[in-house]
């Protein structure tokens, strides 16, 4: 049994607390550590001059000079190394946890790397994470009509508007040609059932500007899209984080066959999406052709 998550948060913290507060909490406790360093070694400078004083007297001007240099040495070397410990991490930290609130996301690579991460303290400590994949429905129309170009429009343009409403620890990226993955932690299922919702009706509001299509003359027309989202929340089976990212790839792929334009969780029924033409990549090309049995771009 799973221990019970937190519960979900209905609002989307705002961009300007997302981007803010991990600068507050890696900033103020090294400013801190060198008040403190100050003060300790002010201090012990002190006790080392009385205790100078006590054995020899009134002790002359080098023998105190010495002994306030002795105390900001005693103090300052070990504080010091442990803030230059320190401090890489939290800056390695901030920029990790701010990198989705850029326009593109991260790199494909750096986000597997950083919900990797995640995915195993989800895994440990039960907080609960989650996967979405968002693809861009009836792609290839898309594609044909407008240009490749256009679907890649499209996505730069859907994530420009979802960056700025995720928290700093979600991730974003560009997961292919067709599609964007988000990697939400500390999310339960209906936590992420909400923000791929939220990002369906953004994708369904939007307007692209992009190329004329190649037989059409005058100025082009606003790319209109709608996008199918599949969510995937972190369960035991997930025994590695691609069996949580294959279980994302069912659920789109079912919300493909629902026609697109919606939202489906998995687990879903796999040997029917399969069946239906939605296998994932070498699975799909090593399948013997099947008869279609509803529409799919």
Known sequence: MTPPLPPPAKRLPSPAVAVAAPVRGHRMPLALAGLLVGLAAVALAALAAWGLAELAGAPPAWAAALAAALGMVVVAVPVALLVARIAPRAVAGEGAHTSPMSAAGVARPLFMDLAQREWARARRYGSGAAMLLVEVDRHARLAE?????????????????????????????????????????????????????????????????????????????????????????????????????????????????AGGNCVRAAPVDATRTRAAGGWRGDERRSRPTQPKQGGKT
């Open 145 to 257: 009509a407008r240009g490749p170009a256009a679907v890649a429009a499209v996505l730069a343009e859907l994530q420009k508007q979802i960056a700025p409403t995720l928290r700093p620890a979600d991730l974003l990226t560009r997961f292919s040609d067709t599609q964007m993955a988000v990697f939400l932690a500390h999310a339960d299922a209906t936590g992420a059932l909400d923000v791929a919702e939220r990002i369906r009706e953004r994708a369904e509001q939007l307007e692209v500007p992009g190329p004329a299509a190649a037989s059409a003359a005058g100025p082009a027309v606003p790319l209109r899209v709608t996008v199918s989202v599949g969510v995937a929340h972190l369960r035991p089976a997930h025994l590695h984080l691609h069996a949580l990212v294959d279980d994302a790839e069912d659920a789109v792929a079912a919300a493909r066959q």
